[in-house]
């Protein structure tokens, strides 16, 4: 008799969303399973050892010690928000097929487009940055909070709107009317896709999750994730990153951004999809070779400041 595997998720509706799309997947394949919603790291002691590779998660450190703990079997995660080295003993165990990967701006009207003056919401340095190099005389404003949070919060101020993950709206079914696509933005690393990790000694658990495995967006977040790892060195940074798979190539585009958007380096890159191992790693030093690396030092030191 298999085991009952425990989901561990956030609470909010799009992790609900997000976690009961695996336990549905996991009920195709013939397994059993049950949500276990966890609450805030408030009442645990993050201050044990339970990390030995300098987790910095806010939106997974939860998961990661539920899981630790035996509290759970499994977490789910919006990839782009889950650091690029797990935790000591938890190990990927499927990235499931990607949802849209866009930037949408929600917004009261596009006129301001047109003029100097603009108000626009969002708690992202990568979105921030891309937004300013395009229209550096907008102002943009921090906005933080689950989907539903910022939504409300953008009706009730005077902002002229507010960028968001399109996967997340459409999959909460709350993506309005009054959106355009924001198809020039280069989306963070892994945008739109789910991760299910697991602890690396529960083979049981696995063996699961491996059905679930979508190959060709594992192979593209991989690249995306590689690339973020190699440039960030541990810090927040804006970067983007986005690859495809065409005609049996991968197609890669990636961006190192100054904090004021003032600065933008980039990379583009086509190889055949059996060389897309380390394309990530040579993309990455790419942009440090050309002048990345003392970007990213100036993002380092304005950010602990």
């Known amino acids: ?14 992790a609900m969303w997000q976690a009961r799309t695996v336990q549905n997947a996991l009920e195709r394949t013939g397994h059993q399973s049950e949500l276990v919603p966890v609450k805030s790291t408030g009442d645990l002691n993050l201050d044990q050892p339970l990390y030995e590779m300098g987790i910095t998660g806010i939106f997974t450190k939860t998961l990661d010690v539920a899981m630790i703990k035996g509290e759970v079997d499994i977490a789910v995660h919006s990839m782009k928000d889950v650091p690029t080295a797990l935790p000591k003993g938890i190990v990927e165990a499927a990235v499931m097929k990607r949802a849209s990967n866009k930037d949408i701006l929600v917004h009261k009207g596009i006129d301001f487009l047109e003029n100097k003056s603009g108000k626009i919401a969002t708690g992202s340095l990568r979105r921030k940055a891309q937004w300013l190099h395009r229209y550096p005389e907008h102002e ?17 101020n005077d ?3 507010a960028i968001f993950a399109a996967a997340g709206l459409e999959r909460i079914e709350i993506k309005p009317d009054n959106y355009i696509d924001l198809n020039w933005m280069i ?15 529960d083979e049981e658990s696995r063996k699961a999750l491996a059905l679930l495995k979508h190959q060709e967006s594992q192979i593209c977040v991989h ?17 983007g990153a986005l690859a495809k798979i065409q005609d049996d190539h991968i197609h890669f585009h990636g961006a190192l ?19 897309a191992e380390n394309l990530g790693k040579f993309c990455a030093q790419e942009v440090l ?17």
Do not use: Y
């Not at 989306?187 to 000694?201: H, S, T, Y």
């Open 1 to 14: 008799m298999s085991k009952v595997i425990r989901i561990g998720t956030r609470d909010s509706e799009l």
């Open 140 to 156: 943009v404003v921090d906005l933080r909070g689950n989907v539903n949070t910022r939504m409300q919060k953008l009706q009730d």
């Open 159 to 161: 902002w002229n709107g």
């Open 187 to 201: 989306p963070a690393p892994a945008q739109g896709a789910m991760l299910i990790v697991a602890m690396e000694k």
């Open 223 to 239: 690249v995306e994730r590689e690339f973020l790892k190699v440039l960030e060195g541990g810090c927040t940074a804006p970067i």
């Open 257 to 275: 951004f100054s904090l004021d958007g003032t600065r933008k380096i980039e990379v583009e890159k086509s190889v055949p999809v059996a060389q």
């Open 289 to 305: 070779n050309n002048g990345g690396r003392e970007l990213m030092q100036h993002i380092k030191t304005a950010l602990n400041n």
